[in-house]
């Protein structure tokens, strides 16, 4: 069945370094690529997507770049703040789709 | 109004009581979801309802019952549930797709059930 790898599971960071988050799908035909954040007992948050029609997106400190031949998303965080520590997660889906596929999730630590 | 509304945040029940978990959105999102999410796992899909009637079913126990009684409400109702049901039950909307339309899914804060 359709399956996202999602690596690390968790990662620490100084404050200010990069943080980045690699997820692989298996389903050739997903097209739309969104990276959730969810804090401590709060709600999972969009916080940037990707269609398989491009190959990078850039929103401030975050962006995402996809590589639809090799079936590989990544989030990349620069200069990481406190606030950023959360668990992310990487996703698939089919346009037509109801079924988001969700990576295992990585936990980031940004210490101060 | 871009908010998803989930009551009751926690709930405690016995495995023989019956309560429900309420969902509501005004986004005017045609498609609404119940996962449930245990600690440290990302969010399971449950079921699905798009335009009212009931999409998917992710094999779930018979003891976990949806209801979307209109375009903006999604019920959970819950009967003789197990202590391993206890978890974070999440409500999500999202616009149906067409050529567009971005297949976001905005979650609610969440209803934290324990079954004792």
């Known amino acids: 069945g359709e399956n996202v790898e999602q690596h690390p599971s968790t990662l620490s960071v100084q404050e200010g370094d990069s943080a980045v988050i690699k997820c692989t799908y298996s389903d050739s035909a997903s097209n739309y690529f969104p990276w959730y954040k969810q804090e401590l007992g709060k709600r999972p948050q969009l916080i940037i997507d990707i269609r398989s029609n491009v190959g990078e997106k850039k929103d401030q400190r975050i962006a995402v770049t996809l590589n639809k031949t090799a079936k590989h998303f990544s989030l990349h965080i620069t200069e990481t703040q406190p606030e950023d520590s959360a668990v992310y997660f990487c996703?698939?889906?089919?346009?037509?789709?109801?079924?988001?596929?969700f990576g295992a999730g990585t936990r980031l630590f940004v210490k101060a | 109004d871009t908010e998803v509304t989930q009551t009751p945040k926690h709930l405690v029940m016995g495995m023989t009581n019956k309560k429900s978990l309420k969902c509501e959105q005004h986004m005017g999102h045609r498609a609404m979801y119940w996962y449930k999410q245990k600690a440290k796992k990302p969010p399971e899909l449950m079921f699905v309802?798009?335009?009212?009637?009931?999409?998917i079913n992710e094999s779930v126990p018979s003891r976990f019952s949806p209801e979307c009684p209109n375009s903006s409400l999604l019920n959970l109702h819950l009967h003789a549930l197990q202590p391993e049901d206890s978890a974070l039950y999440l409500c999500?909307?999202?616009?149906?797709?067409?050529?567009?339309?971005?297949?976001?899914?905005?979650f609610g804060e969440g209803s934290r059930l324990t079954v004792l």
């Open positions: 996703a698939a889906i089919r346009t037509g789709g109801f079924k988001t596929i």
């Open positions: 309802y798009s335009y009212e009637k009931l999409s």
């Open positions: 999500a909307s999202s616009q149906v797709w067409l050529a567009l339309d971005t297949g976001e899914l905005f």
